[in-house]
């Protein structure tokens, strides 16, 4: 008897409940009620300020993968994450037309269970090169979808590399048809080439054995000082490292800015090889 009624209940309402418009299906090609904010990271911007991005001209998507590992003593485990962050909003301004996907976080690391490599030290997330090549992809495509013509693959650390290069091959050949083009960058990560830059703007380091240099330090305080532990380090009296006097912070971080332009003038030269540009 119950459920007679509740069939009959559902008959009688089911023109209204059809009736009702839906809250969370606005009009794709609604007009955006406020201005626009200045912001090359699509997690930042709203879609319709994406949305209105693309239409004005933007056609080029940065994907980057960072990471969560062991950096030493100092450093927070999104080391790469951060430095990103810094980087990628100067290639993307650079390039023009360009907004950054969201960071991806999670890279190989080493084996899980039992643990190696990065995965050896706590805090550490690593997923399997299987995962890794299947979530680059899911995001490629996404961007691909929303009309993005022109997709750059790059990332921080050099675990990460094989997997983006694979991605970006097989797309390549999967899109080939396709007005969407996707280019992996390996000259991104370059540490060599940035350490050369600096030792010949005088900054040279000794090898302390840390998973730790003033490359990364000096980006990841362009960044946020606190990432690097700052004040802890005053207060302990040890804000150096590799033989390299960290303070004054806000020098340290102006180098990091340095880095991040020296990084970006050199990647943007690729990425516009890359595309034939």
């Given at each position: 008897?119950s459920?007679?009624?509740?069939a009959?209940?559902?008959?009688?309402?089911?023109?209204?409940?059809t009736?009702?418009?839906?809250p969370?299906n606005?009009?794709?090609?609604?007009?955006?009620?406020?201005?626009?904010?200045?912001?090359v990271?699509?997690?930042?911007?709203?879609w319709?300020?994406?949305?209105?991005a693309?239409r004005?001209g933007t056609?080029?998507?940065?994907?980057?993968?960072g990471?969560?590992e062991?950096n030493?003593?100092?450093?927070?485990?999104?080391?790469?994450?951060i430095?990103?962050?810094g980087?990628?909003?100067?290639i993307a301004?650079k390039?023009?037309?360009?907004?950054?996907?969201?960071?991806?976080p999670f890279?190989p690391?080493?084996?899980?269970?039992?643990?190696?490599?990065?995965?050896?030290?706590?805090?550490?997330?690593s997923?399997?090169?299987?995962?890794?090549?299947?979530?680059?992809?899911?995001?490629?495509?996404?961007l691909?979808?929303?009309g993005?013509?022109r997709?750059?693959?790059?990332g921080?650390?050099?675990?990460?590399?094989?997997?983006?290069?694979?991605?970006?091959?097989?797309?390549s050949?999967?899109?080939k048809d396709?007005p969407t083009?996707i280019a992996?960058?390996?000259?991104?990560?370059?540490?060599?080439?940035?350490t050369?830059?600096?030792e010949?703007?005088g900054?040279h380091?000794?090898?302390?054995?840390l998973h730790d240099?003033?490359?990364n330090t000096?980006?990841?305080?362009?960044?946020?000082?606190?990432?690097?532990r700052?004040?802890q380090?005053?207060?302990?009296?040890?804000?150096?490292?590799n033989?390299?006097?960290?303070?004054?912070?806000?020098?340290?971080?102006?180098?990091g800015?340095?880095?991040?332009e020296?990084?970006?003038?050199g990647?943007?030269?690729a990425?516009?090889?890359?595309?034939g540009?």
């Amino acid at each position: 008897m119950s459920r007679l009624l509740a069939a009959s209940v559902l008959v009688l309402f089911a023109p209204l409940l059809t009736a009702i418009p839906d809250p969370v299906n606005p009009d794709p090609n609604g007009p955006r009620p406020i201005a626009a904010v200045d912001s090359v990271f699509i997690e930042d911007l709203t879609w319709m300020e994406i949305r209105d991005a693309l239409r004005a001209g933007t056609d080029t998507a940065i994907v980057a993968t960072g990471g969560i590992e062991m950096n030493g003593p100092y450093l927070v485990t999104g080391k790469h994450n951060i430095i990103l962050r810094g980087v990628t909003e100067a290639i993307a301004r650079k390039l023009g037309h360009t907004l950054v996907a969201p960071i991806v976080p999670f890279v190989p690391e080493g084996d899980i269970d039992p643990p190696s490599s990065h995965m050896r030290y706590p805090g550490t997330i690593s997923v399997s090169e299987e995962t890794y090549e299947r979530l680059l992809t899911d995001i490629c495509a996404s961007l691909k979808a929303h009309g993005f013509r022109r997709i750059v693959v790059l990332g921080d650390s050099g675990g990460n590399q094989k997997g983006m290069q694979h991605v970006a091959a097989a797309l390549s050949v999967q899109w080939k048809d396709s007005p969407t083009r996707i280019a992996y960058i390996p000259g991104f990560y370059d540490n060599a080439a940035i350490t050369a830059y600096l030792e010949q703007n005088g900054i040279h380091q000794t090898s302390e054995g840390l998973h730790d240099d003033f490359v990364n330090t000096a980006q990841m305080a362009a960044v946020s000082a606190a990432s690097i532990r700052t004040e802890q380090r005053i207060a302990a009296g040890n804000f150096r490292i590799n033989g390299v006097d960290l303070a004054p912070v806000e020098q340290t971080a102006d180098w990091g800015r340095k880095i991040f332009e020296y990084r970006a003038d050199g990647t943007v030269k690729a990425i516009k090889k890359a595309f034939g540009k």
